[in-house]
């Protein structure tokens, strides 16, 4: 009897935008022999029914067709009379470019595999997923390079690879096409970084150094770098931005003109750091809901909060600590993320527990009501993860921080394999540190009560100011159709929600004089709270007016300053969490 085996061939159509694949699955095979496609792929919260892009389906047993009949929306049953080997032929519409998709142009063939293989579905006689896999690619063009971290299959040629499992098959996306690649190395480790699409402006050299220094700064936080090389695969595309982890690669997109200033490039410093700092969190140390990962439905957790939050905390923490930004820009880049969560009605309508739990339903999918219903776990994540380690280093004097935290669930949990327990991150936290954290949990992750911001910074010698405001506040956000001032969302509890206008509503005029999107804030800035206006506006195409009160404003952002008559113990602490490099901070003018 022969030896179970999954091979795959892949190939591009570069002017239809299609992946081609020969699929090979060798028995002893279950009759019929079931094939499905992976619903989402780890990393990215949301079913994005992959098996929409597949068509041209044909199984063939010895050359000749056999029957392969659709059973479900991703599921295809193939017949094949009892035969042992089974080739499996389709395509893939591959045209969206993020890191979670497949894109193939004149440049290159980009595919993740839960978006482009069908695999074999459980049987009573095998655990498809668990076996090797082996990947061939066809490149268009014999001047194209390849970039995966996939490892080569060395005995059959240099575009042949191997996978230990379809886990690992997914975990590996593959970019075939017209490349520049900078390599450097960290710990007698190679690291590479491969650009598709780049830029003019871009300081190359400047970028690899950077870059190292982020890979430092993380080693050194958890002791030692856990793969053998690693992949920056970086696609560069106008509009962009997001990033994908991986075992040992990074699939990152961002946009050419992020060189073009330094808070573009120090955005993107932040995107290169947070998706490393995964390939620990997350990839490795998971929560005991994504373990095993099951790719024809949810996997549900509800510490999202804490591992893409927390991530995001220590992407511009990590920019901090090697010495890519100053602790002042530090602080304010984290008085603009608070600005952000203040200006989310939904931070009191969903908790960030919550939120993490619906991530499938809310966070990819927004709407005009989300603002109103629900909270980012990537931002409110980020803020209650700074804010523990503020407490954390208060209540221990100096102690511990959300360091040992990090530390700890990689030496008990990733470094084991083991899932960490839903409803024990209390106890995980007590037992990393010692510091009970269980009223700042119920307070910041499982409520929604306000966050007393001010007062925990104020325990590291600083201190949250209010930057002043101007004119008054409708309580809307616009849209700009055609020229058209269009109400994108009304904000709860607002003046506008008062005066009774809706999403979609067109604001024409304040007062009779015509507005648009541009001159809206300019009007609004000129008028004080507690006018009133009549507004026309146009519903459906129906003109209608109604009288709205004006409100006060929101804050035009916040700032974190030193505190006035700060004790030495506070602005140690402060520095301690900033950097000795802050230590001056307390002493400049605020």
């Given at each position: 009897m022969s030896e179970r085996s999954i091979r795959y061939e892949v190939s591009f159509d570069t002017t239809r935008h299609l992946v081609r694949v020969r699929a090979t699955f060798a028995g002893p095979l279950p009759e019929p022999l079931t094939l499905q496609m992976p619903a989402w792929t780890p990393g990215s919260?949301?079913?994005r029914e992959y098996a929409r892009h597949v068509e041209g389906l044909r199984a063939a047993v010895a050359e000749r067709d056999c029957g392969a009949r659709k059973t479900a929306k991703d599921t295809w049953a193939v017949a094949h009379g009892g035969a042992s080997e089974v080739v499996v032929e389709y395509a893939v519409y591959a045209h969206e470019l993020t890191v979670r998709t497949n894109h193939v142009s004149d440049t290159h063939g980009y595919f993740n595999g839960a978006a482009t293989f069908l695999r074999p579905t459980q049987d009573a006689g095998c655990d498809w997923d668990a076996l090797p896999v082996e990947l061939e690619l066809h490149k268009p063009d014999p001047s194209w390079s390849i970039a995966t971290g996939l490892s080569r299959a060395e005995s059959k040629g240099e575009n042949v690879f191997v996978a230990k499992d379809f886990d690992q098959l997914v975990d590996c996306p593959v970019d075939v096409g017209v490349h520049e690649r900078h390599v450097f190395t960290v710990e007698n480790k190679q690291h590479e970084i491969v650009l598709w699409g780049s830029p003019s402006r871009c300081d190359r050299e400047r970028l690899v150094r950077d870059v190292t220094r982020i890979v430092q700064s993380e080693s050194a936080l958890f002791g030692g770098l856990p793969y053998e090389n690693y992949l920056f695969l970086l696609h560069l595309a106008p509009g962009g931005r997001g990033g994908l982890e991986h075992?040992?690669?990074?699939?990152?997109l961002a946009s050419p003109d992020s060189f073009d200033t330094e808070?573009?490039?120090?955005?993107?410093?932040?995107l290169f750091a947070h998706e490393f700092f995964h390939l620990w969190q997350v990839k490795r140390t998971r929560p005991a809901g994504l373990r095993p990962y099951r790719y024809g439905h949810e996997n549900y957790t509800r510490m999202l909060w804490l591992f893409e939050g927390g991530t995001s905390y220590y992407d511009w923490l990590t920019l901090r600590r090697a010495g890519l930004v100053s602790p002042k820009k530090y602080l304010e880049h984290f008085a603009a993320e608070i600005a952000r969560l203040e200006d989310t009605p939904g931070r009191f309508a969903q908790?960030?527990?919550?939120?993490?739990?619906?991530?499938?339903?809310?966070l990819y999918r927004p709407d005009e009501h989300s603002v109103n219903s629900t909270v980012s776990y990537y931002l409110k994540g980020e803020i209650v993860c700074a804010l523990i380690d503020c407490e954390l280093r208060a209540r221990s004097k100096g102690h511990k921080s959300?360091?040992?935290?990090?530390?700890?669930?990689w030496r008990e949990y990733g470094q084991r394999a083991q899932g960490i327990p839903e409803d024990e991150i209390e106890r995980v936290f007590a037992a990393a540190t010692g510091v009970d954290v269980s009223d700042l949990i119920d307070a910041w992750v499982r409520s929604t009560q306000p966050i007393?911001?001010?007062?925990?910074?104020?325990?590291l010698g600083l201190s949250l100011r209010a930057k002043g405001s101007r004119g008054a506040a409708m309580g809307v956000r616009t849209r700009n159709e055609g020229g058209k001032c269009v109400l994108a969302s009304v904000l709860r509890d607002s003046a506008a929600e008062r005066a009774g206008l809706s999403p979609g509503d067109e604001l024409v005029a304040i007062d009779g004089r015509r507005v648009d999107d541009?001159?809206?804030?300019r009007r609004l800035e000129a008028r004080k709270p507690g006018e009133t206006v009549e507004l026309l506006f146009a519903r459906r195409e129906w003109l209608q007016t109604t009288k709205l009160v004006l409100a006060e404003p929101s804050p035009d952002g916040y700032e974190i300053v030193a505190s006035a008559g700060a004790s030495e113990g506070a602005k140690?602490?402060?520095?301690?969490?900033?950097?000795?490099?802050?230590?001056?901070?307390?002493s400049a003018k605020s």
């Amino acid at each position: 009897m022969s030896e179970r085996s999954i091979r795959y061939e892949v190939s591009f159509d570069t002017t239809r935008h299609l992946v081609r694949v020969r699929a090979t699955f060798a028995g002893p095979l279950p009759e019929p022999l079931t094939l499905q496609m992976p619903a989402w792929t780890p990393g990215s919260y949301l079913v994005r029914e992959y098996a929409r892009h597949v068509e041209g389906l044909r199984a063939a047993v010895a050359e000749r067709d056999c029957g392969a009949r659709k059973t479900a929306k991703d599921t295809w049953a193939v017949a094949h009379g009892g035969a042992s080997e089974v080739v499996v032929e389709y395509a893939v519409y591959a045209h969206e470019l993020t890191v979670r998709t497949n894109h193939v142009s004149d440049t290159h063939g980009y595919f993740n595999g839960a978006a482009t293989f069908l695999r074999p579905t459980q049987d009573a006689g095998c655990d498809w997923d668990a076996l090797p896999v082996e990947l061939e690619l066809h490149k268009p063009d014999p001047s194209w390079s390849i970039a995966t971290g996939l490892s080569r299959a060395e005995s059959k040629g240099e575009n042949v690879f191997v996978a230990k499992d379809f886990d690992q098959l997914v975990d590996c996306p593959v970019d075939v096409g017209v490349h520049e690649r900078h390599v450097f190395t960290v710990e007698n480790k190679q690291h590479e970084i491969v650009l598709w699409g780049s830029p003019s402006r871009c300081d190359r050299e400047r970028l690899v150094r950077d870059v190292t220094r982020i890979v430092q700064s993380e080693s050194a936080l958890f002791g030692g770098l856990p793969y053998e090389n690693y992949l920056f695969l970086l696609h560069l595309a106008p509009g962009g931005r997001g990033g994908l982890e991986h075992e040992n690669s990074t699939a990152l997109l961002a946009s050419p003109d992020s060189f073009d200033t330094e808070s573009g490039y120090e955005d993107l410093l932040s995107l290169f750091a947070h998706e490393f700092f995964h390939l620990w969190q997350v990839k490795r140390t998971r929560p005991a809901g994504l373990r095993p990962y099951r790719y024809g439905h949810e996997n549900y957790t509800r510490m999202l909060w804490l591992f893409e939050g927390g991530t995001s905390y220590y992407d511009w923490l990590t920019l901090r600590r090697a010495g890519l930004v100053s602790p002042k820009k530090y602080l304010e880049h984290f008085a603009a993320e608070i600005a952000r969560l203040e200006d989310t009605p939904g931070r009191f309508a969903q908790s960030v527990e919550e939120a993490s739990f619906d991530a499938w339903v809310k966070l990819y999918r927004p709407d005009e009501h989300s603002v109103n219903s629900t909270v980012s776990y990537y931002l409110k994540g980020e803020i209650v993860c700074a804010l523990i380690d503020c407490e954390l280093r208060a209540r221990s004097k100096g102690h511990k921080s959300f360091d040992d935290v990090i530390k700890h669930l990689w030496r008990e949990y990733g470094q084991r394999a083991q899932g960490i327990p839903e409803d024990e991150i209390e106890r995980v936290f007590a037992a990393a540190t010692g510091v009970d954290v269980s009223d700042l949990i119920d307070a910041w992750v499982r409520s929604t009560q306000p966050i007393a911001y001010d007062e925990v910074l104020g325990k590291l010698g600083l201190s949250l100011r209010a930057k002043g405001s101007r004119g008054a506040a409708m309580g809307v956000r616009t849209r700009n159709e055609g020229g058209k001032c269009v109400l994108a969302s009304v904000l709860r509890d607002s003046a506008a929600e008062r005066a009774g206008l809706s999403p979609g509503d067109e604001l024409v005029a304040i007062d009779g004089r015509r507005v648009d999107d541009g001159s809206l804030r300019r009007r609004l800035e000129a008028r004080k709270p507690g006018e009133t206006v009549e507004l026309l506006f146009a519903r459906r195409e129906w003109l209608q007016t109604t009288k709205l009160v004006l409100a006060e404003p929101s804050p035009d952002g916040y700032e974190i300053v030193a505190s006035a008559g700060a004790s030495e113990g506070a602005k140690a602490l402060g520095a301690g969490w900033l950097g000795p490099e802050a230590e001056s901070f307390w002493s400049a003018k605020s």
